[in-house]
């Protein structure tokens, strides 16, 4: 029997160590791709959409017959650029989206005549509306938007600091750098189009990222307090092993559902999906490894959270 027990605290021992290495190692690796993410950023740069750089939107209506692909074909052959081509919820009703059209003589700008660019469709082409999104209104755009994204930052971490001490806190502050910087470096490695919908993804993984991290720290802090002659390894190591199924089971859940949307939402939801399904997957990586790993280097210890005496309480 004692036999068996000492072997059990050895196998434990072992996993506790095995696991301490692997977050490390994952840390390293983190770290090591998001200065490469910076540098591709710095790099590459966006391609903004038109909802930043201005543009033209215009709604029309066609043959059901009518394909995206074959509307997208005529477009991109009469503008010499790519156009976005978008269902607009009901069959033969499309969306177009293209940078303005320079004239012969480079002075102005003009939309493209949709009826004489798809007659060779021998379809009715019906335009809806048009619409005209200028470069002021584009750069105002990305001025609300960064805006949006910093204050949404500050207002993490104001929470952070009010909820954790700074050293557990900062684990979760980094976690979500983390991720935010792996999304804007897939972007501006792939050069795909950054847009309202992106930032919008970007938003919503900030929420997703955080909440993980707000689940281990508490439980490194739970454990910090029950437990304070425990080694802080071994606190963050078991912080993640008492969390990893329920971190599992939400991410998954969370990816199928990004998934199905990558799948069936069509173009308008693709962006959107990519952006999540990577910020999901960057978000548990991130809490499991730095989010636990640099409160651990910051030295954190149950002192911070050492309980007050009943005695010492006037």
Same mark, same amino acid.
């Given at each position: 029997?004692?036999?068996?027990?000492?072997?059990?605290?050895?196998?434990?021992?072992?996993?506790?160590?095995?696991?301490?290495?692997?977050?490390?190692? &994952?840390?390293?690796?983190?770290? &090591?791709?998001?200065?490469?993410?910076?540098?591709?950023?710095?790099?590459?740069?966006?391609?903004?959409?038109?909802?930043? &750089?201005?543009?033209?939107?215009?709604?029309?209506?066609?043959?059901?017959?009518?394909?995206?692909?074959?509307?997208?074909?005529?477009?991109?052959?009469?503008?010499?650029?790519?156009?976005?081509?978008?269902?607009?919820?009901?069959?033969?009703?499309?969306?177009?989206?293209?940078?303005?059209?320079?004239?012969?003589?480079?002075?102005?700008?003009?939309? *493209?005549?949709?009826?004489?660019?798809?007659?060779?469709?021998?379809?009715?082409?019906?335009?809806?509306?048009?619409?005209?999104?200028?470069?002021?209104?584009?750069?105002?755009?990305?001025?609300?938007?960064?805006?949006?994204?910093?204050?949404?930052?500050?207002?993490?971490?104001?929470?952070?600091?009010?909820?954790?001490?700074?050293?557990?806190?900062?684990?979760?502050?980094?976690?979500?750098?983390?991720?935010?910087?792996?999304?804007?470096?897939?972007?501006?490695?792939?050069?795909?189009?950054?847009?309202?919908?992106?930032?919008?993804?970007?938003?919503?993984?900030?929420?997703?990222?955080?909440?993980?991290?707000?689940?281990?720290?508490?439980?490194?802090?739970?454990? *910090?307090? !029950?437990?304070?002659?425990?080694?802080?390894?071994?606190?963050?190591?078991?912080?993640?092993?008492?969390?990893?199924?329920?971190?599992?089971?939400?991410?998954?859940?969370?990816?199928?559902?990004?998934?199905? !949307?990558?799948?069936?939402?069509?173009?308008?939801?693709?962006?959107?999906?990519?952006?999540?399904?990577?910020?999901?997957?960057?978000?548990?990586?991130?809490?499991?490894?730095?989010?636990?790993?640099?409160?651990?280097?910051?030295?954190?210890?149950?002192?911070?959270?050492?309980?007050?005496?009943?005695?010492?309480?006037?």
């Amino acid at each position: 029997m004692n036999i068996n027990m000492m072997n059990g605290k050895s196998w434990n021992f072992s996993n506790m160590s095995r696991l301490t290495k692997w977050r490390y190692f &994952t840390s390293f690796i983190s770290l &090591t791709l998001m200065i490469l993410s910076v540098t591709i950023i710095s790099v590459k740069g966006f391609n903004w959409g038109l909802d930043f &750089t201005g543009g033209i939107v215009t709604e029309i209506r066609v043959d059901k017959e009518v394909s995206a692909k074959q509307i997208e074909v005529l477009l991109a052959k009469s503008s010499q650029q790519e156009v976005s081509v978008i269902s607009a919820g009901e069959p033969g009703r499309w969306v177009l989206r293209y940078s303005q059209t320079p004239t012969s003589g480079d002075v102005s700008a003009k939309a *493209l005549d949709i009826t004489e660019v798809l007659a060779p469709l021998k379809s009715e082409v019906q335009v809806l509306n048009t619409s005209i999104v200028g470069p002021q209104i584009g750069q105002e755009l990305a001025e609300q938007g960064g805006l949006a994204l910093l204050v949404a930052m500050l207002c993490i971490l104001g929470y952070l600091s009010f909820r954790f001490e700074w050293r557990l806190a900062s684990g979760a502050l980094f976690a979500l750098f983390h991720d935010v910087i792996f999304v804007l470096a897939f972007f501006s490695l792939t050069q795909m189009e950054f847009n309202l919908t992106v930032l919008a993804a970007v938003l919503a993984i900030l929420g997703y990222s955080l909440n993980d991290s707000i689940i281990i720290a508490d439980r490194i802090r739970e454990l *910090l307090t !029950l437990k304070p002659k425990m080694p802080i390894a071994d606190v963050c190591t078991s912080a993640v092993k008492a969390t990893f199924s329920r971190t599992m089971v939400t991410s998954g859940t969370t990816l199928m559902t990004v998934s199905a !949307l990558w799948i069936m939402g069509g173009g308008a939801l693709e962006s959107f999906s990519i952006a999540m399904f990577i910020g999901i997957l960057t978000g548990t990586w991130s809490s499991v490894s730095v989010g636990t790993c640099l409160p651990e280097l910051f030295g954190v210890n149950s002192e911070h959270y050492r309980l007050v005496p009943v005695s010492d309480i006037p």
